[in-house]
């Protein structure tokens, strides 16, 4: 059973950063997809922000050149580096694990990014 622990979230300035990270255990790192989703106030679905595996990565083209998204396989854990920060980024972001088998899938328990002046 995968636990994925997020950290990192809080409040941003406006053209600041935030770094958000998630520690996975219980699975093996290398077979997952890892992603970050993001769902912002008054939203009902998670939009996916950044996903990274061994192969292959995604940035959702609204934040690229603003945020980064990097893996440590050797401590398990996925990062999202987020600069010039928007209003607009404002949501609860949530950490995913999804293996590449299709069968499993893991969320963590989310983490508030504010980005107000």
């Known amino acids: 059973q995968g636990q994925l622990v997020e950290s990192g979230g809080g409040l941003g300035q406006p053209g600041g950063s935030l770094r958000l990270s998630c520690v996975v255990s219980?699975?093996?790192?290398?077979?997952?997809?890892m992603s970050w989703f993001r769902q912002a106030p008054g939203k009902q679905r998670r939009e996916l922000v950044a996903?990274?595996?061994?192969?292959?990565?995604y940035i959702l083209d609204s934040v690229k050149g603003r945020f980064t998204i990097s893996s440590d396989s050797a401590k398990n854990t996925v990062i999202l580096q987020m600069d010039n920060l928007r209003p607009e980024d404002t949501a609860v972001y949530y950490c995913?694990?999804?293996?590449?088998?299709?069968?499993?899938?893991?969320w963590g328990q989310g983490t508030q990014v504010t980005v107000s002046s």
């Open positions: 995913n694990a999804h293996s590449t088998n299709l069968l499993f899938s893991y």
């Open positions: 996903g990274i595996s061994r192969t292959r990565e």
């Open positions: 219980g699975i093996d790192f290398n077979q997952y997809m």
